[in-house]
């Protein structure tokens, strides 16, 4: 877990906030509304790594012999890890490219689901997953957590295929604490990466102060 000095909320122990300095320099870079796209997607892939780091950080790993230009010596590599990235399109792709540079091996997911624009509520469109999906450890990544709705419909559509809670983690950028108590609530044995945890959600159910709406920013839409 990362040293924080952030404070992580009572209503949860299962929330890893990644407070390094080098994260919270790039998250400002990454709120400011005058941030173009280009310049976003580049961050919330940096920063995707870097969540990536602590998510990984449990992996186990056992004793190899290597030959250096000088000598043998025994080093370490992963031990038999499997792992799948699943994006929730279409905001999380931003993240995928990070998460491939930290784990090269990992195969991709997609799980498509949309906020409707009235209930707020989440509609599922698209699910395409490795075959062995519930062998892997699974990192479902999405910059944001809002309501929680996307989040805990994707874990749920996880389990369903298997996936024991234990083997989920979740992979955002910002987080309301609203989204935080709905995963909480729908299991809380899935752990929770974000480099912040912000003041609340808006009547438009958007992250105040957040960063807008991220797909938008990473693809140029409105």
Not at 23 to 43: A, P, W, Y
Request: charged content about 25%; proline content about 6%.
């Amino acid at each position: 877990m990362a040293d924080s000095n952030v404070a992580i909320p009572d209503y949860s122990k299962k929330v890893i906030v990644i407070d390094h300095p080098m994260v919270q320099h790039k998250l400002t870079i990454l709120r400011n509304k005058d941030t173009g796209c280009k310049k976003f997607r580049e961050l919330v892939k940096e920063l995707a790594i870097f969540v990536g780091y602590e998510a990984t950080r449990h992996f186990q790993l056992e004793p190899i012999t290597v030959e250096t230009p000088i000598c043998k010596t025994t080093a370490y590599t992963l031990k038999g890890r499997k792992v799948a990235v699943v994006p929730i399109l279409r905001a999380g792709l931003g993240m995928v490219e990070g998460l491939l540079e930290l784990i090269p091996a990992a195969r991709v997911g997609h799980i498509g689901i949309y906020r409707d624009p009235q209930t707020h509520l989440p509609i599922e469109y698209y699910c395409k997953l490795p075959d062995d999906i519930d062998t892997r450890e699974v990192l479902i990544v999405d910059p944001m957590l809002a309501t929680g709705g996307s989040a805990t419909a994707a874990i749920e559509l996880l389990k369903s295929k298997g996936v024991p809670s234990r083997q989920i983690r979740l992979l955002v950028i910002i987080a309301a604490p609203e989204g935080i108590q709905a995963v909480v609530d729908a299991d809380p044995d899935v752990n929770i990466y974000t480099c912040a945890i912000d003041e609340y959600l808006n009547d438009h159910a958007y992250i105040v102060p957040g960063l807008g709406d991220a797909g938008d920013r990473i693809f140029g839409t409105k």
